[in-house]
């Protein structure tokens, strides 16, 4: 079978229209987050790879 779409926005037509840049937040691979760039006016669509650690939101070591 085939699942539907993985994203739930929050807020719906509220938070739509109320924000300028849509990111969309999911868990990577062990402690690995990616943060994507679903919509904005001035930033071109992008992932960007991060882990949150003690010592805060740092890159991901390979």
């Known amino acids: 079978m085939f699942a539907?779409?993985?994203i739930k926005p929050i807020g719906r037509n509220i938070m739509?229209?109320?924000s300028t840049t849509r990111?969309?937040?999911r868990?990577?691979?062990a402690e690995e987050r990616i943060c994507k760039v679903i919509s904005s006016?001035?930033?071109a669509e992008a992932e960007?790879?991060?882990q949150i650690?003690?010592?805060g939101v740092t890159d991901v070591k390979d």
């Open 4 to 6: 539907g779409p993985q």
């Open 41 to 43: 006016p001035c930033l």
């Open 53 to 55: 650690t003690t010592e």
């Open 27 to 29: 868990k990577g691979r």
């Open 48 to 50: 960007a790879r991060f």
């Open 16 to 18: 739509a229209h109320a």
């Open 23 to 25: 990111l969309a937040l």
